[in-house]
């Protein structure tokens, strides 16, 4: 993921330019439309991202969101035989 965008970086990509800067493959970017995770729109036959989206979907967090453990009354299992 060395590849950053420039000024020279169009404002339509292609779906293989989009695998590139992410570091995933074509496939994977048609999933990703696929599953609306990527906004594209369609041309013909081919798919194209807006850079801005490809920023906007790097930028994104990953991973499960952060949820702080309850305390209080949950029973452990030894104390439910007791």
């Keep these: 993921m060395s590849e ?10 292609s779906v293989a330019q989009t695998a ?11 999933d ?12 013909g036959r081919y798919y194209y991202v807006e850079a801005s989206e490809i920023k906007r979907y790097k930028n994104q967090p990953t991973g499960k969101p952060y949820q702080p453990r309850t305390t209080g009354s ?3 299992s030894i104390d439910i035989c007791q």
Aim: charged share 30%.
């Design 32 to 43: 990703l439309i696929k599953n609306k995770q990527i906004v594209a729109c369609k041309l």
């Design 74 to 76: 949950q029973k452990n």
């Design 4 to 13: 950053s965008f420039s000024k020279d970086t169009p404002d339509l990509l």
């Design 20 to 30: 590139k800067l992410l570091g995933v493959t074509r496939q994977r970017v048609h």
